[in-house]
Structures are given as C-alpha cells and as structure tokens.
C-alpha cells in the first residue's frame, strides 16, 4: 500500500515539475485528497555481516576514493565563481571530500532575483502537488540516498554509524513526511462559526518574498528542514550550507531536484557566511530567516534585519534554533546505573556537537563515590577514531578552531584550582581533530565550564549536598542563559512531579529518566527559548506556521437592500 502511495507521489511529482516550466497549466481539484500514512522511518541496526552494513561502508570507501566539485546551483543551472573551496574530512585532515564554489554578491543576486521569479507559480502549485513532491524526495532519502547521505555524513561531519543513521536518513525522511501530514492539517484549519447566509474561509499564503536557510554542520537532517520546511508551504529559499557540511548538504539537494522541485524555488549557493548574510539583509524582498547555529550569530543577524527594518516589504520572520547549556539532574533516589549510561550517550555521542549535549551534571553526595567511579570508566572504555571502523563510538570534532575552542576549556580546567578532571583530558590533531572524551568535576556551580557553551565532548559535574537539593535546583536556571534540553533522573515519583515543575522553563525539551538528546520528529517537536532560539519546534506544525501568512475571506451569499441597521430606527 505504501509502495503504491510512493508511485503515485512520484508520478504527481513528475506532473508538478512539467507543469512548472512553461506555461502553468492550472488543473482544478477535483477531490479532498488523502494523505498515505504517515509514520516515523525505520532504522536500521547496521549489525556484523548485515546487508545494509556493508552497503554501507561500501558507500563510504567508494567516497573516499574521490573528491566531487559542487558547484552553485541557481535557477537549475550549474554556477561556477572561480572561487573554489574544500571541505575535508575532520578525522583524515589530508583528504580533500569536496572542493566548491563560493558565491560572491553576483551570484547571491542571481540566487534571490531567480527565487523570486519562481515564487508565484510555486506558490500558485496546489498544496497536494508539493505534498507528492516532498513525500518522494522522502522516499529518495530513505532508500535510493539512503547510504550515500550517510557516509557524506559520516566522511564529512564525522559521525559513526548510528549517529548518521538517525540523521541523515531517519529524521531527514521523518521531517519531510511528518512537514506533509502538518500542512494537510494546517490548511485544513477553518473558521468553526458562520452566521446565517455568510460563508467563512481560511487561506495560507507563503510569505512576501523569499526565505534565507542557513543550516549547520551538526546534523544533515536540519539542513534539509530549514530549506524544506518552508518551500512546502508554497516559499522560495535562498539556501546557505555550512562549509563543514557542503558534501552532504549538496546530496540532500541532488534529492530535492530529483524529486521534483522546480528550478529557481531551492537555490542552493554556498558562500562566505558574513559576507553572504549582509547582502541577503538588504535586499527589500527578504521575508523569513530560517536559521540554526551559534546563538552569537543569530543575534548578530537579528540585529542586521533590525537595522534593515525600513528596506523591507514586510517584517521578517525570525526563525532560530541556537545554543544550549544542557543538564542532567540526579535525584538521590535515582537509578546510577541508568543515570550514568544516559550521561555517557548524552555527552560524548557525536563528539558533544549536538545542541542538546549534556554539559553539565549534578550529582547528590550520597550517590557521587558509585556514580563517580561508573563515569570514569565508561568514558575511559569509549572507543574512538575513524568513522569507517564501526566499533568506534566517537570520531573526530569538525574542524581546527572546534578543536583549539574545545582543548581551551580542558586546559582552563586542568589548571583551575576548582576544578579536576577524572576521565579523558588527552587530545591530538595530528591526523585528525580528535578529543577524549573528558569529564571534570567543579567545587564551584559557577564554574566557567558550567555556564559557557563548549559544544564538544567535555561534561562538567558539580557535586551538591543531598540536604540542599532545592538550592541547586535554583543554580540550574540561573547559571546559564540557555534553555534548550535537560533531564531529571529519579525513582521517587514525586520527586520527579516536583522537579519538573520546578525546572518548568529550563528547557524547552524536558526528559525524565531518559538523556537530553535523541528527540524524534512526530514524537518530540524540538527547540528552546532564552538564549537558545525562537522555540517554534522543528517537528511539529508550529514551525509551518511561521512561513505562511493566513487570509480570511468572507463571503455574503445574500444581498442588502439598505444601508441603516435596526437600531438606527428612532419610532416603530
């Protein structure tokens, strides 16, 4: 049944694209469509002598054995800058992934004036057409890109097996399927009340202009919602990959055009981040930011659009997902074993560089000496280097200044007299970036390593005094401006109902006995407030509704014969 839902999504993929270019030939709708089932992708386990592991490391070896150029894609058409960059991979620093293009102000021109060319038959296009066209792409994503995304991912971003599995094919196809399932049940959201001869109606226009995606190295998967995302809902984006995730990104867009998206409605155009975004910002066209990163860049750029306010059509949308100074909790009445198990995976998976890390951890007194002695030799036993050896646990972070940020933090640490580190501290970039993971432990709650995001694999774990609980409870919210992801771990279940009430807007993803990361589209919408972005959870439909822009339509299927009403009559 799925098989043939995907069929047909294709064929009306294909039917959308011809019908773009050239003369639109508008067909009416004929019927209120249903949706194929909607559910999360499968993964995969990837165990010794599976199938799909050898495919994949057969994947892997054959991208490493070559180095693609990626060029600009603008309107369709390939663009060549003469200014060509590499991206390489973190843990083999002497081989080159992918070479490209970098755009300068004419080309970002090009980008934008071409978006906005395409923008009113794309907006035009009935909501079921792009549906088709994103369920395919989906479907690409999820099984003909499957393992060529993963070791773009893997090569490029250094990420192991699982971690790439859950990205780039997992939650890429999640967030193209589940965005479809949203913008069905987004349209139809109509007026509840019509007095007597009138007929209400609701509509969703994409924005006024064109949308700017800047999209991180961290995850392949936000790389294609921030462009995704609002190109279903009838937008043009202008979309900015990281440099340290050009390769992957640029697949991710072999899939888009695959699929069926027109030429011109996804520019995809690599370029100098600073220098990029300031000509974006002063273009009068600009409607929506769709962001993830650094919470120092996305202020920068909301102070941009802020200065540029008067130049523009209409207010920006401001859409960001940034930092977070994630925490773990334990309750004395805790399960260690558990805690522990969940702090190494919330920690130390993909080096650290999720915005969700653990980064921070308080244990009570009592439960410290057993809790102390599981951490150390967890994070000791971890396994790490290349991504293509499938028992490594860790690979490498992404690049030097990461590197150089991250060791900065471990030596503050090791010569702080308030601090000890008791796991990992060792790190070398001979090869490739590579860090232990480390752990310290801080006398002080205020530690510099307890308020500063690090974005790599270091946790820092403050010991409190079980009587002083609600103290610390206090600390967690007011040592750190973000509020991204945290977690209790208790067996006292009031304990938990209190805790969790108490930490009520620490986190704007809250797990109780369970790690800080790993949210899953459909299941939990994902995002924070404070200084971690604007909370409109990627994942769910609140994130569409940001790139539309509703018109109520009111018709009166009677006539007036006058103008006074009832009581402007003075005598009966």
């Excluded at 839902?5 to 011809?18: D, G």
């Amino acid at each position: 049944m799925l098989r043939a839902a995907n069929a047909h999504a294709a064929h009306a993929a294909r039917a959308a694209s011809r019908a773009y270019s050239g003369s639109a030939v508008r067909v009416p709708q004929l019927a209120t469509f249903r949706l194929p089932e909607i559910a999360n992708e499968p993964t995969r386990d990837y165990a010794p002598g599976s199938a799909e592991r050898e495919q994949l490391l057969a994947a892997v070896a054959e991208m490493q054995s070559q180095t693609r150029h990626i060029p600009l894609v603008i309107n369709g058409r390939e663009v060549r800058t003469g200014t060509v960059l590499e991206q390489r991979n973190p843990g083999n620093k002497a081989q080159v992934l992918c070479t490209y293009d970098s755009a300068g102000p004419a080309e970002v021109d090009a980008a934008i004036e071409g978006a906005l060319a395409a923008r009113s038959k794309w907006e035009a296009l009935p909501l079921y057409d792009r549906q088709a066209i994103f369920l395919r792409a989906a479907d690409l994503t999820a099984s003909k890109y499957r393992y060529k995304l993963m070791a773009a991912s893997m090569l490029g971003q250094g990420k192991n097996i699982w971690q790439a599995e859950i990205d780039a094919a997992t939650e890429a196809a999640d967030f193209l399927r589940f965005n479809v399932k949203y913008s069905a049940e987004i349209y139809a959201q109509q007026p509840p009340c019509n007095a007597p001869g009138i007929w209400n109606r609701s509509e969703y226009r994409a924005l006024e202009g064109f949308v700017y995606a800047v999209s991180p190295f961290n995850f392949t998967a936000i790389g294609v919602n921030l462009a995704a995302a609002p190109a279903l809902m009838g937008n043009v984006v202008v979309w900015k990959p990281s440099q340290g995730a050009v390769l992957s990104n640029a697949i991710a867009y072999d899939v888009m055009r695959e699929a069926g998206v027109p030429d011109g409605v996804m520019q995809f155009v690599p370029g100098d981040a600073a220098a990029m975004t300031k000509r974006v910002f002063e273009h009068p066209e600009f409607a929506a930011l769709h962001f993830t990163g650094s919470t120092h860049v996305f202020k920068s750029m909301w102070k941009q659009i802020a200065a540029n306010i008067d130049r523009y059509k209409s207010y920006p949308r401001i859409v960001g997902e940034t930092g977070g100074k994630n925490y773990h909790l334990v309750h004395p009445s805790a399960d260690v074993p558990n805690a522990v198990n969940n702090t190494i995976r919330g920690a130390f998976e993909f080096q650290g560089q999720k915005c969700s890390a653990c980064s921070r951890l308080y244990v009570p007194r009592s439960l410290w000496p057993e809790f102390r002695e599981r951490l150390a030799a967890g994070v000791e036993a971890i396994r790490q280097g290349p991504v293509d050896d499938p028992a490594n646990f860790m690979g490498p972070v992404i690049n030097q200044a990461a590197f150089d940020k991250i060791t900065n933090y471990i030596e503050y640490a090791r010569n702080s007299p308030d601090a000890e580190i008791i796991a990992g501290g060792r790190y070398s970039d001979a090869d490739g970036f590579y860090i232990r993971p480390t752990v310290v432990v801080t006398t002080r709650p205020d530690f510099k390593l307890m308020t500063e995001e690090i974005f790599g694999p270091v946790v820092t774990a403050y010991v409190y005094e079980d009587a002083d609980l609600d103290a610390t409870v206090d600390l967690i919210g007011a040592t750190s401006p973000y509020a991204l992801t945290g977690a209790i771990f208790a067996e006292d279940r009031q304990a938990a109902v209190d805790l969790s009430a108490r930490l009520l807007h620490t986190a704007g993803n809250f797990y109780i006995n369970d790690k800080c990361t790993g949210a899953v589209v459909g299941q939990q919408p994902f995002g924070g407030s404070r200084a971690s972005g604007t909370n409109d959870k990627p994942g769910s439909p609140a994130l569409l509704q940001r790139f539309i822009s509703p018109r109520s339509i009111k018709e009166n299927l009677g006539r007036i014969s006058g103008y006074t009403y009832p009581s402007n009559i003075t005598s009966n």
